[in-house]
């Protein structure tokens, strides 16, 4: 046999290494096993919410879940990468968009699939042009992405003599809503949870920790940004799919509102990111929070959201997470301490 040959006998093909990363990915430690089981239990006791409460509470559950899988899918992406996007109403809106404009003509969950591919497809045209540019340039970018949706949609609809918003009436209860986002939670969290024990996770972090290290360790940085974030999108246009019958009324200022992007990234932001599960602990309070400010100072909205923004930006940047790993830091650094000094005082 040439050495040729046995080099490509030697390299094990794509379909190979694919199977041979998802056994690797298979095998889980017992603090993995703990984990996946405590938040099972959380997502079983969390599922049965419909059937304590079919008024307020659900509907806040219902918002709690959906902020639960957008925050997640955008940890995917910003999380890693460092990359701070602002498109996630983008996405949302197209996948609402999509619903509202083949309600009549499509079955739903035909529409559902097209939002998906849609969203996906229109994140790699985007990922492709910007995710080589980095820092404040592409947060900019991402910012201005939505509204320029927004301005296409609305100029379409205007062309199209159909410049008031959409009507999507479709017959769900708010049980059958709340189970499908949780479904999508779930989904979201498992596919996350897969891709940050993936190579493709482990050259991410190197991507955020410094791009230029990653290159000269081979890693093609613009395909895995690209992959990632198609994917964090691709979930974002699902979800907006999906709550486009609950809301009956779909218009471009409602779709693409960049209110859902900071809120995204405010929770996502205030949980923490660096931990999957991270956001989780910022979108039931900031629900919560932001449930009695649209109530109580309904004016005030974007004041209020600017200044949780800097708040959190300022005081707490990595997070709940990063101040509770703190204190467990300094709880164990005195523990360190107080030993040390038993010790010696000991020996003398």
Same mark, same amino acid.
């Given at each position: ?91 949302? %809106? ?7 404009? %083949? ?92 891709? %940050? ?152």
């Amino acid at each position: 046999m040439s050495s040729v040959e046995a080099g490509q006998d030697a390299k094990p093909s794509t379909v190979t290494q694919i199977i041979r990363d998802l056994r690797e990915a298979a095998v889980l430690t017992g603090a993995e096993r703990r984990g996946l089981t405590a938040a099972a239990v959380v997502t079983a006791a969390w599922a049965c919410l419909p059937f304590i409460s079919d008024g307020y509470l659900l509907s806040l559950g219902i918002s709690i879940t959906i902020f639960a899988g957008l925050a997640t899918s955008w940890t995917l992406f910003s999380g890693p990468t460092n990359y701070i996007s602002l498109a996630t109403a983008a996405f949302f %809106g197209i996948g609402m968009y999509i619903v509202a404009g %083949g309600v009549n003509l499509l079955p739903y969950p035909v529409l559902i699939l097209i939002a998906a591919i849609a969203g996906g497809l229109f994140a790699a045209l985007i990922g492709l042009a910007t995710l080589r540019i980095a820092g404040v340039y592409f947060v900019i970018f991402s910012l201005g992405l939505a509204e320029l949706v927004r301005q296409v949609v609305s100029w379409g609809q205007h062309v199209m003599g159909t410049s008031s918003g959409l009507y999507v009436l479709i017959d769900r209860s708010d049980s059958a809503f709340f189970w499908q986002l949780l479904v999508l939670t779930i989904v979201v969290y498992l596919v996350s949870w897969w891709i %940050g024990r993936s190579r493709l996770g482990f050259a991410l972090r190197i991507i955020g920790n410094d791009e230029v290290v990653a290159v000269h360790c081979g890693i093609n940085t613009a395909r895995a940004k690209v992959v990632l974030f198609v994917i964090s999108s691709t979930f974002a246009a699902i979800a907006g799919a999906l709550v486009a019958p609950r809301w009956s009324y779909v218009e471009p200022t409602l779709a693409f509102s960049p209110f859902l992007s900071f809120q995204v990234v405010i929770m996502s932001l205030l949980g923490g990111v660096h931990r999957l599960w991270g956001p989780l602990l910022g979108v039931i309070p900031f629900t919560i929070l932001w449930e009695f400010i649209s109530a109580k100072f309904p004016s005030q909205t974007t004041l209020l959201l600017g200044v949780a923004f800097l708040l959190i930006v300022y005081f707490i940047p990595h997070g709940v997470i990063g101040l509770i790993e703190d204190l467990m830091k300094r709880r164990g650094g005195l523990l360190n301490s107080l030993r040390a000094m038993l010790k010696k005082d000991g020996r003398k």
